[in-house]
């Protein structure tokens, strides 16, 4: 029997397969366009509380024996330096998304849009949770790839649009199950397993 282990505090990563097809392959097309998106999720971080965070969170890291605690001004810089690295990133993938708004072939941002009073607040426990509670995963998708296949069906051979990703801690149920209410034209399979 295969044992799946938990780790306190890890994201448990999720390999997805998602098939998508119709009777006829152009009844794809605007569920394609629609789930194309740029792969970022544009937060309003708060910069000053992530460097606030992180200095308490420096200050009170267990230390080991015989080691000093971390001084307040060593954790200051160290919060002030990675809010600094954190906003830098956020703009690059900013404009990256600005660049090729499409890059990604499955985006659930673009499907199931993320409302402005959730994203104001940055990803903290809030942000994490409406994405569970919409998309059914609490986390953007990673790793996103897209190919059109023939495959046997039914005796005869359709085109399928397969999209494979991987998910954190649960797999996108609920956004598969919003993309079938709103293409209901469009047959959605999802396969997982953990690795």
């Known amino acids: ?24 392959v152009r009844q794809l097309r605007p569920f394609l366009a629609s789930a194309a998106g740029p792969g970022f ?6 910069w000053w509380s992530v460097c606030d965070r992180g200095y308490w969170r420096l200050r009170a890291a267990p230390r080991p024996p015989g080691r000093e605690p971390v001084s307040a001004e060593a954790a200051r810089a160290l919060a002030w330096r990675y809010a600094d690295a954190g906003a830098k990133l956020h703009e ?12 990604l072939p499955l985006d659930l941002a ?20 409406w994405l569970f509670d919409h998309w059914g ?7 996103v790839t ?14 399928v649009g ?8 649960w797999a996108p149920w609920l ?21």
Do not use: K
């Not at 890890?10 to 998602?18: A, D, K, R, S, T």
């Not at 690059?92 to 890059?103: F, I, M, S, V, W």
């Not at 995963?137 to 790793?143: D, G, K, S």
């Not at 956004?175 to 690795?195: G, H, K």
């Open 92 to 103: 690059l993938e900013r404009d990256r998304a600005a660049q090729n708004p499409t890059r």
């Open 175 to 195: 956004a598969v199950r919003a993309m079938q209410q709103r293409w209901p034209d469009i047959r959605f399979e999802m396969t997982c397993r953990y690795d």
């Open 146 to 159: 897209f190919r059109m296949e023939r495959r046997q069906r039914n005796g005869h051979i359709e085109q």
């Open 110 to 129: 673009s499907l199931i849009p993320i409302p402005d009073d959730v994203l104001e607040h940055g990803f903290d426990p809030a942000g994490e949770r």
């Open 162 to 169: 397969v999209f494979q990703f991987i998910a954190e801690n």
């Open 1 to 24: 029997m295969e044992m799946h282990t938990v780790v306190p505090g890890c994201p448990n990563f999720i390999w997805c397969e998602l098939t998508a097809d119709a009777a006829d």
């Open 41 to 46: 999720i544009d937060w309003w971080p708060n």
């Open 137 to 143: 995963t609490p986390a953007p998708l990673r790793r």
